[in-house]
C-alpha cells in the first residue's frame, strides 16, 4: 500500500488486480507508525498449553461464530470428546487442542484481513492471556476494537466513451457498488466481473479491465473510497456465417430444425450468453447427445467485424424401445413396477417426439395380505393397491416461440385404492412456458372420462346412501388449470441451498357449462381448486454436513355454480386432497388422516394444509466404505410433520393439526437417496381426550408400536 503525503490529506492506493479478482495491498513500513500493537504480552511457557477459551469482546461486525471459524487457534473439547478420541479416534471424538503463539498471531492477520474485505482499516485488535491454577491450560481475551467502517464516494469508468448508447444505459442501471455504499471487496470484484458480462454479451468478445490503471483509493481525511474502472472494450464482433455439421449425419435432422432454436442470428452483435442459451435450447429438445456451438479464437489477424459460427450436433438414434423399472413415491406412497416405452425422435420432423408407455405399478405392495391375494380374493383384496396406465404422448418442442412448449397426451389408467377402482380415459392438452431462467409456466385442458367401481362391500356400510351415489356417479368432466413455479435450489434429487415455489388454480366445467348442448348425457361438475406449495433448504455448516429442509402446502377446492346446489354429484375422487403417507405426516400411513368420519377419510377431503421440518445431518462423513457401502453417504434425518385434511374450510379447528415426529436414514444413489423413515403420532386429534399427546400413552405399547414405517425414493420432500 503506498503513501503520498501532501497538504490537505493522506491517500492509501490499492491496486486492483482483476486478473485475480483480488485486491493487492502494497505496504510500506511507514504504514507500521500509525498502526496499535495486536498482542499487549508474549507467552512464556516450557510446555504445551491447552486452550481452555477464547472470549471476545468489542466485535459487532461479525458475530464470535464467524471470527472463530477462520482461527486455526481452537478451543479445546470437553473431557467425554477427548476419550472418545483416544478410543475410537477423530470419527467420534475430538483431540486436545494446544496453544502455539506464531499460530495464534497467523489468526489475528486473518481477522484483520478479513475485516479489511469488508472496509474496517482502521481496526486494533489486543490480546490478553491467563492461565488455570496449575498452567496447563491457557485462556486468550481478544478485544477488538473496529472503528469506523469504509464508504465509496464514487465509482468512475474509464473506456467506454465511443461504446453503444444502450451498452452505457445498461451499465449504469443497476451497479453492484455506488457512492454512499460500505466497501466490500466482494463486490468491488462482482461490479467488475458484470461490467466484462454487460459488454462481452453487446457484441464485444475482447472486453478487458486494465489492471494497472484501475484503483481504489482510500482518503484517510474522509475515510471513503474512489473506486476507478479502467475498460478497454476492444473491437466490436457480430455472428457471421454458421456452419452445421451433424455427425453421425441423418437426414431427418434438417438445419431448419437447429436453427429455429437458436437465440441469435447472422449479423447481429456477439454475444456469449446467447451462445450459452442456444445450447440450452439444443441439448433439450430430446433429439441429440450433444450439442455445442463454437467461435473461433480472434487473433489479430481477423479481418472484418464477422465470425463465422460453428453449431455440431450429435443426434440420439431415432427409435427407442426401452423396458422400464419404477420406484417412485407417487400418491405418498412406495410404488414398485415394470414398464415398456417406445420412443420415436423427430416424429414427422420438426423436433417432435413421440412416446408410447404402457406401465404397471403396485403401491405399499409391503402391507399386501399375500395369503387372501394368493386366495379366493385375488388382485381384489382390499389390502392391494396399483395402476396400470397406458400413455400415447406427443411432444412439440417449438410453438410460436423457443421458449414455448406444447403437449398432447391421450391416457387409459385404472388405478385401484383400498376398496374401490377408478377407470379414466383422459386426454390432455398442455403448454409449458420458460418465463425466465428459473421461472416455469404450465397450461393444461384436460378431458377426462372417470367412473369408480366398489370392492369391497363391508367399507361400503359405513358411508350414507347419498354419498354412494355421488362417488359412483360416472362423471365427464373439462378441467382448466395453470401452474406457476419458481425452482431455485441447487440439486434436482439432494437440494442443500434455495427455495421452490409453486402455485396452482384449477377449474372444471365452465366450457362445459357454455356449450351445454355438445355433453347431454353425463354430468360434469363446476369446481375449482387452488394449491399452494413451498420448499426451502438451508446449509446450516456453510459444509454441506447439516442442512435444514422445511416445506408448507395448503389446497382448498369447492364445488360453484349449479353443482353447489345438486347434492347427487361430487367432485372427481382421483382430484381430492389426501393426507398421511411418506410425503405428509409420516405418522399416519398413506390417506388414514383427516378431521372427518373414520368412514370418509379414503375418500379425501376439500381442504388441506400440512408441514414438514427436516434436519438432514451426515454423521458418517469420513467413515469411508463398510463392504461395497460408502459410509458417507449415509444420512441421518430427524423430523417434525403436522397438518391435517378437512372436509370444509369452515371445519379448520387449531386442535386438529395432527404432530408426528420421528427419525431417519437416506442413502446417496444415482437416481436420488433411498429412504427409511419411522413416524410416531405426537398428537392424535382424532383419540378422545386425555389420550391425544404421546406422554399420555403407554410409550412402547401405543405409541412405538402404532408407528409408522415409510420407504420411499428420493427425500420427502
Not at 155 to 173: K, M, P, R
Not at 280 to 297: D, V
Not at 465 to 494: A, G, M, V, Y
Request: aromatic residues 14%; neutral net charge.
Amino acid at each position: 500500500m503506498g503513501f503520498f503525503i501532501n497538504s490537505i490529506h493522506l491517500i492509501f492506493l490499492i491496486k486492483y488486480d482483476y486478473l485475480h479478482c483480488g485486491i493487492s495491498f502494497y505496504l510500506l513500513a511507514l504504514f507500521f507508525l500509525f498502526s496499535l500493537p495486536l498482542f499487549s504480552q508474549d507467552v512464556v511457557s516450557e510446555k504445551p498449553l491447552e486452550v481452555d477459551n477464547i472470549e471476545l469482546s468489542g466485535n459487532k461486525f461479525f458475530d464470535d461464530k464467524t471470527i472463530l471459524e477462520t482461527f486455526i487457534t481452537k478451543i479445546s473439547p470437553g473431557a467425554f470428546s477427548k476419550f472418545l478420541y483416544n478410543i475410537f479416534g477423530e470419527k467420534f471424538g475430538r483431540q486436545t487442542e494446544y496453544f502455539f503463539q506464531d499460530v495464534y498471531y497467523s489468526d489475528v492477520e486473518r481477522l484483520k484481513q478479513l475485516y479489511h474485505d469488508y472496509g474496517f482499516f482502521d481496526l486494533n485488535a489486543v490480546s490478553s492471556y491467563s492461565y488455570n491454577s496449575d498452567t496447563t491450560a491457557i485462556k486468550i481475551d481478544l478485544k477488538i476494537d473496529e472503528n469506523e467502517r469504509s464508504y465509496i464516494d464514487s465509482v468512475e469508468y474509464t473506456g467506454i466513451e465511443n461504446i453503444d448508447q444502450s451498452v452505457l444505459d445498461a451499465i449504469f442501471l443497476e451497479p453492484k457498488i455506488k457512492s454512499g455504499h460500505p466497501y466490500e471487496k466482494s463486490k468491488i470484484n462482482d461490479e467488475a466481473t458484470r461490467i466484462t458480462e454487460i459488454i462481452s454479451n453487446s457484441g464485444y468478445p475482447l472486453v478487458t479491465i486494465l489492471p494497472e490503471s484501475s484503483t481504489a483509493i482510500r482518503y484517510l481525511s474522509t475515510n471513503r473510497f474512489k473506486i476507478t474502472y479502467a475498460i478497454r472494450p476492444g473491437k466490436k464482433y457480430k455472428f457471421g456465417e454458421l456452419s452445421i455439421v451433424v455427425e453421425p449425419p441423418r437426414e431427418d435432422i434438417t438445419n431448419k430444425i437447429i436453427t429455429k432454436h437458436l437465440d441469435f442470428k447472422s449479423g447481429e452483435l456477439i454475444s456469449k450468453n446467447k451462445v450459452i442459451s442456444s445450447e440450452r435450447n439444443l441439448n433439450r429438445l430430446g433429439l441429440f447427445e450433444a450439442a455445442r456451438i463454437e467461435i473461433p479464437e480472434i487473433a489479430a489477424s481477423t479481418v472484418g467485424d464477422l465470425l463465422p459460427i460453428s453449431v455440431r450436433v450429435k443426434p440420439r438414434d431415432k427409435h427407442e424401445i426401452a423396458p422400464e423399472v419404477i420406484l417412485s413415491d407417487e400418491d405418498n406412497v412406495f410404488n414398485l413396477g415394470l414398464g415398456l416405452g417406445y420412443t420415436n425422435r423427430n416424429f414427422l420432423g420438426d423436433a417432435r417426439n413421440f412416446n408410447l408407455r404402457l406401465r404397471f405399478n403396485t403401491q405399499s405392495v409391503q402391507e399386501w395380505n399375500f395369503g387372501r391375494v394368493f386366495g379366493k380374493y385375488g388382485l381384489k383384496d382390499n389390502s392391494v393397491q396399483g395402476k396400470v396406465d397406458l400413455n400415447f404422448q406427443i411432444i412439440q418442442p417449438y410453438l410460436f416461440t423457443r421458449t414455448l412448449n406444447g403437449t398432447w397426451t391421450l391416457s387409459l389408467i385404472a388405478d385401484k385404492k383400498n376398496f374401490y377402482l377408478v377407470t379414466l380415459v383422459r386426454n390432455k392438452i398442455g403448454l409449458i412456458n420458460q418465463f425466465a431462467t428459473y421461472t416455469t409456466g404450465f397450461m393444461e385442458w384436460i378431458l377426462e372420462r372417470s367412473d369408480v367401481n366398489w370392492i369391497e362391500d363391508t367399507i361400503k356400510t359405513g358411508l350414507s346412501i347419498t354419498r354412494l351415489k355421488q362417488e359412483e356417479q360416472p362423471q365427464f368432466n373439462s378441467i382448466l388449470s395453470f401452474t406457476l413455479q419458481r425452482d431455485k435450489t441447487n440439486d434436482l434429487f439432494s437440494p442443500t441451498e434455495g427455495f421452490f415455489h409453486a402455485g396452482s388454480i384449477e377449474e372444471s366445467g365452465i366450457l362445459q357449462n357454455v356449450f351445454k348442448n355438445i355433453q347431454k348425457s353425463l354430468p360434469f361438475t363446476q369446481y375449482y381448486k387452488v394449491t399452494l406449495f413451498g420448499r426451502w433448504y438451508k446449509d446450516l455448516s456453510r459444509t454441506k454436513f447439516n442442512i435444514l429442509a422445511v416445506k408448507l402446502k395448503a389446497g382448498y377446492q369447492d364445488k360453484y355454480g349449479e353443482s353447489k346446489l345438486n347434492h347427487n354429484i361430487s367432485i372427481p375422487l382421483n382430484r381430492r386432497f389426501f393426507a398421511g403417507g411418506s410425503g405428509s405426516v409420516r405418522g399416519w400411513k398413506n390417506r388414514e388422516l383427516g378431521s372427518m368420519l373414520q368412514s370418509e377419510i379414503p375418500l379425501g377431503g376439500n381442504f388441506l394444509f400440512e408441514g414438514n421440518t427436516e434436519l438432514r445431518i451426515n454423521h458418517m462423513r469420513g467413515f469411508g466404505k463398510l463392504w461395497i457401502l460408502n459410509l458417507e453417504n449415509l444420512w441421518a434425518v430427524y423430523f417434525l410433520d403436522y397438518g391435517n385434511l378437512w372436509n370444509n374450510f369452515k371445519d379448520v379447528n387449531i386442535k386438529d393439526v395432527a404432530i408426528a415426529s420421528g427419525v431417519g436414514i437416506r442413502y446417496d444413489t444415482f437416481v436420488g437417496p433411498v429412504r427409511f423413515d419411522f413416524g410416531m403420532r405426537v398428537y392424535d386429534p382424532m383419540e378422545i381426550a386425555g389420550k391425544r399427546w404421546f406422554y399420555q400413552k403407554i410409550f412402547f405399547k401405543e405409541v412405538l408400536y402404532n408407528g409408522v414405517l415409510n420407504f420411499g425414493i428420493g427425500h420427502a420432500f
